[in-house]
């Protein structure tokens, strides 16, 4: 993993804490994960891939992939931790995933 990057910077929107199955790809390569937290612009996935600030992912939510294929970017990563950016605002994603728990 990579270390921490501290980033100092305000949410746009509050974070919900979720326990969905996802998996990542990532330079071609497939990784699952879990999702802890949501919220329309991001997330903190549970995952042991590597993955460095900035990188592009797409991933595809929900243990068969039911809540959709999404583009992201690693905002940053530590330990078995990752937090993802999404590429598009994710707020109808965010509300369902909510909803399960």
């Known amino acids: 993993m990579a270390e921490f990057d501290e980033v100092e910077y305000e949410r746009s929107h509050p ?3 979720v326990r969905t199955k996802a998996e990542v790809t990532i330079d071609g390569a497939k990784h699952s994960c879990m999702l802890t937290n949501i919220s329309p ?3 903190r996935l549970y995952t042991r891939m590597n993955a460095s600030r ?3 992912l797409t991933i595809k939510v929900g243990e068969f992939g039911e ?3 999404h583009n992201a970017a690693v905002a ?3 330990a078995d931790e990752v937090g ?3 590429e598009d605002d994710l ?3 965010s509300k369902e ?3 399960l728990i």
């Open 15 to 17: 974070r919900e804490t």
């Open 41 to 43: 612009a991001g997330t």
């Open 54 to 56: 900035g990188q592009k």
């Open 67 to 69: 809540y959709g294929k």
């Open 76 to 78: 940053w990563s530590y």
């Open 84 to 86: 993802l950016k999404f």
């Open 91 to 93: 707020t109808e994603l």
């Open 97 to 99: 995933l909510i909803k």
